[in-house]
């Protein structure tokens, strides 16, 4: 090699240190986004869609980190056929640390089972709970997205989790119970005065005949929501029923890796799409971020402790 040829393969590597670097720095400290995923009903997809929605968004090279944070099941790892052997609780009470927690999925994908840990939050003194977020908040070195898959219904926990966000994603069937308990969602969330301003709220409709069909429910809850609640929120589209989705359940798979060319892995890239690209302020626009440490901190004090 002469001397001609070292000079370049250095400023080639010292370029691609730079970008590097680059890449590194936007994505530190304060970039991560937050998604909580919640809906009125239970049964209706959140816990598919957070875990399919985290593998469709780790192919985009988003690194994701997924909180299983439902109160009463927990069922993130029953989908991916993993054990968690610990959880949030093991690191509020010190005896884990967050890289014995952490199940690296696949990769870019990172869960986070939440267990008893969750409802332990909101019991938490000064001391511990600011330990705990400082140990949350490393998270932000190791991925850009949180997504949250909570519990269904309008109690607490489940709420603290969706006005703490950045943003929050409701789904419905386009059953009419499961349509109403949406909308009691929407307006317990009215009813706190931060929506509106901070936490955008995102709709998607799940186990639709058709993509007409999940136009049309929107629609009809938009219309509502406005009209009725002054909110406006955003239809980011929807996921055909697909009896694919219940045989990855059994085989306990994600349905988007198992079956990517399923009409609904379809669905779940088209939701990337608009999450990623054409979302208001686009799920991680840096200037609007607010970061994982501000994401706990708005969960633990500003509502979970609100009774
Ligand atoms: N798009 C879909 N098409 C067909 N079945 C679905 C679809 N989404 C969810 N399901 C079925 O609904 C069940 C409940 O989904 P799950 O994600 O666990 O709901 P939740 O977390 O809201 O309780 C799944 O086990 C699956 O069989
Ligand atoms: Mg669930």
Redesign the pocket.
Known sequence: MNQTDMTFSDQAKELRRIVELHRQESRTAGNMRTLAVL?GK????????SLNLACALAEQDQRIVLLDA?LG?A?IDM?CGITARYNLTHLIDGSKKMDDVLIEFVPNVWILPGGSGIRELADLDEPRLSELIDSLATLEDRADILIV?TG?GIHRGVLSFALAADTAIL?TTPEPTSIRDAYGVLKTLRASPKVGGRTDIAFVV??TNSEEEGFEVASRIRKAANQFLGLSINYIGC?????L??KA?RIRKPFYQLYPASR?SECIRKLVQTLLGTSERGITGAGSSRGLKAFFFRLTRKHFTER
């Open positions: 809906s239970g049964g209706v997809g959140k816990s598919n869609l439902d099941l069922n989908l898959d269904a789904i799940n186990m996921i055909v029923n697909d009896d989705v219940g359940v609904a």
